[in-house]
Structures are given as C-alpha cells and as structure tokens.
C-alpha cells in the first residue's frame, strides 16, 4: 500500500509560480512512476505528467509543455511538479499519483494510488 499527501496548492496571479509535493509513504518509491493530474470544476480529471521510477522518462501535456517540470527526489520519496508561468486555465485540483511499476503513463486507469489533491487557483 501506498500513501500520497498533496502540498503546495494556493492562490497565485498569473504569470506567477507554484512547486507542488507529493510525499510517499508504504513501499518502494523509487521503483514507482508517479504522475500528476488535475481536475477543473465540472471537467474530466486530465493528466499533466508523468515520470518513470528511473526518472529517465518524462511525460508532459502539450498543455503545460515548456511551462511545468516533474520531477522526483527519491530520497525524500517525494515527487514534485514545478509550475511557472500559470495561466488561469490552470486552475484546478492536482492530483499526484504512483503507479506499482516504474513505466510512466499519460492514463489515469494504469496508476494504482492517489492523493487527496491540492487546490491551485490562477487569479487574471
């Protein structure tokens, strides 16, 4: 089993920035891919990126592509996603996710654990 804790939301203007973190806890962190997510009041839950448990693969939405970096300190058994230059379409719950194995996926069907979200408001 696998825990995930969210940290790092806020309110932030555009153009500004936010660093999310996702701590884990129960099992191997470094052989788990993890993903972030995020779901918009009355949307579907979209996927954002993703990293390989070798972190030598990552995924981006063409979305946030050039704008949002994931990343993992496995160490720490924490995973974080970089957010600059946040547009209020950004605006969102982000979810971080692990996956039992360490290929990074775009789907949110192939994770096996979630987090609770964290709430990041875009202000125009």
């Known amino acids: 089993q696998v825990q995930l804790v969210e940290s790092g939301g806020g309110l932030v203007q555009a153009g500004g920035s936010l660093r999310l973190s996702c701590a884990a806890s129960?099992?191997?962190?470094?052989?788990?891919?993890m993903g972030w997510f995020r779901q918009a009041p009355g949307k579907a839950r979209d996927f954002v990126a993703a990293?390989?448990?070798?972190?030598?693969?990552?995924v981006y939405a063409d979305s946030v592509k050039g704008r949002f970096t994931i990343s993992r300190d496995d160490a720490k058994n924490t995973a974080y996603l970089q957010l600059n230059s946040l547009k209020p379409e950004d605006t969102a719950v982000y979810y971080c996710?692990?996956?039992?194995?360490?290929?990074?996926?775009?789907?949110?069907?192939?994770?096996?654990?979630w987090g609770q979200g964290t709430q990041v408001t875009v202000s125009s």
């Open positions: 996710a692990a996956r039992a194995v360490q290929y990074a996926m775009r789907y949110d069907y192939a994770y096996d654990y």
């Open positions: 129960g099992r191997t962190f470094s052989s788990s891919a």
């Open positions: 990293i390989s448990g070798t972190s030598d693969l990552t």
